[in-house]
């Protein structure tokens, strides 16, 4: 896919925004190129929106901290979750967080040409570990994205 000159300057704004911490400059410009070129804005902006999320709850899940929501009873009288139940629930809306994300890349892909979406299709929406580590890391690079964009407002 030919990259435009506007799609360019925005990575390289974007690229020393993160602090040159894209790990996807190829595909991160094939997103932009898509979603310009198809009118897909709202897609693109959902599939910006659920990357910042998945990554805040994946730096949660990540961290060693014990996850707790309340440190008394509730005005009902229940007590608070526990860490594993507050973990659980942490994990359920990661994975259906990730089922979104993993939509709307594929949504997204289909009017990008055959040879960039097999492409991408390949490296982040393959069943396998290489597949999911590489999706986390364009999460990542799109949730700087979203973080650069709305600076810009």
């Given amino acids: ?3 435009s000159d506007k799609t360019k300057k925005e ?3 974007l690229y020393l925004y993160s602090g040159n911490k894209l790990k996807n400059v190829p595909e991160m410009m094939v997103l932009i190129e898509v979603a310009d070129k198809s009118g897909k804005d709202k897609l693109f902006y959902d ?3 659920a990357a910042k999320y998945l990554n805040g709850l994946g730096k949660i899940l990540q961290s060693n901290v014990a ?3 309340q440190k008394k ?3 009902n009288g229940q007590e608070p979750p526990s860490a594993e139940e507050a973990r ?3 994990m359920a809306e990661y994975k259906a967080n990730m089922v979104k994300f993993t939509n709307y890349l594929r949504d997204l892909l289909l009017d990008a040409e055959e040879e ?3 492409a991408m299709e390949e490296k982040y929406l393959t069943l396998s570990r290489t597949a ?3 999706l986390t890391t364009l999460i990542y690079d799109l949730s700087w994205l979203k973080r650069y964009l709305n600076s810009k407002r």
């Fill in 1 to 3: 896919m030919k990259i």
């Fill in 11 to 13: 990575i390289e704004e």
């Fill in 47 to 49: 599939l910006q929106f």
């Fill in 67 to 69: 996850i707790t929501t």
């Fill in 73 to 75: 009873p509730g005005e």
């Fill in 88 to 90: 659980g629930k942490i």
């Fill in 116 to 118: 960039d979406r097999k």
């Fill in 132 to 134: 999911m580590v590489n």
